[in-house]
């Protein structure tokens, strides 16, 4: 049986499409509001709750709840292990399709 | 997953905000016009009420992208690559206008429109780097180029149409930008926002 390269084995809590799309776009900003995040990932209100709850429970993101103009705002930011995982995801996906070229 | 286009999000959301460039052309044919002291405007209080005015007009349009469309912070290298960028943009400007037709001793003294030449290599570039150029930002900042290279600017110093030229293109490409703005992200009320956010 074919041992998987332990390099290459992907992280299932990113590699979800929702949750991959969320860490990538905030992976280019300091920090992105809720309404950001849904306009940027074209994900529902209720999706992005979800995967934002799975995301800060695992330490990636910071979640920062305030008021603007007294309304709700939830502020998103990626922690640093949030930043350093999703970096590392992307480049296992990058050498995996380096190597299906292969 | 279009990685490129999730990380170039926030790129978009900046660049192309183009209703918030509308002031700013706005404030180019104000100056411009009171230069000439067109009507009114050779009253330095009405001139300065009008400024303020479209000033002004900054906050609701900034408040409608904000609400529509939400917040970001860009992060710090990009407001690295920005404040270096504006910096430079200016020199260019400047440095760019005077080389081409002033009257230092080293200037060409070219018969061009100094100022629409070098603004439209500046924003050429900067959207160049921002976003990548778009068709209109081609069509109307070459246009400008192309106007302020022909050798038919001589006479008077032709600074101020300059700035005209240079308003008009501002508020005509932050008018397109917006168009592709709501193309990229969604038309306004798309998002339920009214009442707020739901998150973790």
């Known amino acids: 049986m074919l041992q998987p390269e332990e390099d290459l084995v992907l992280d299932r ?42 995301l800060d429970e695992a330490g990636l993101v910071e979640i920062e709840k305030r008021f603007v103009r007294k309304k709700p705002n939830t502020n998103v930011a990626l922690t640093a292990e949030g930043r350093r995982r999703v970096a590392h995801h992307w480049d296992q996906l990058e050498r995996l399709k380096n190597l299906s070229r292969a | ?76 290298r990009e407001q690295v690559r920005v404040a270096a960028g504006s910096v430079i943009a200016v020199a260019v400007v400047l440095g760019g206008s005077t080389l081409l037709r002033s009257r230092a001793d080293w200037s060409l003294d070219l018969p061009v429109n100094a100022i629409a030449v070098t603004f439209a290599v500046v924003m050429l570039i900067s959207y160049g780097i921002g976003v ?6 081609v069509i109307i900042w070459g246009a400008l180029l192309v106007t302020g290279a022909l050798p038919v600017w001589n006479g008077a110093d032709p600074s101020n149409i300059g700035v005209v030229l240079a308003g008009v293109a501002v508020i005509v490409s932050g008018v397109f930008d917006h168009r592709l703005f709501v193309q990229t992200f969604g038309p306004p009320h798309a998002v339920d926002y009214e009442n707020g956010d739901v998150a973790a």
Do not use: C
Request: charged residues 15%; aromatic residues 10%; without cysteine.
């Open chain 1, 13 to 54: 809590l990113i590699h979800e499409p929702g949750r991959l799309a969320i860490l990538t776009v905030l992976s280019s900003v300091r920090d992105a509001d809720f309404v950001f995040l849904q306009r940027a990932t074209g994900l529902t209100k209720g999706n992005l709750s979800s995967h934002l709850t799975k």
């Open chain 2, 132 to 137: 990548g150029l778009k068709a209109h930002h």
């Open chain 2, 1 to 76: 997953m279009q990685r490129r286009q999730l990380e170039t999000a926030a790129a978009n959301y900046s660049y192309l905000r183009g209703l918030l460039f509308v002031p700013l052309g706005g404030l180019s044919l104000l100056a411009a016009l009171g230069n000439w002291q067109v009507g009114p405007l050779r009253h330095d209080w009405v001139f300065v009420v009008v400024a303020v005015a479209i000033g002004l007009s900054y906050l609701p349009i900034s408040r409608y992208y904000n609400d529509n469309y939400g917040r970001l912070s860009p992060s710090t």
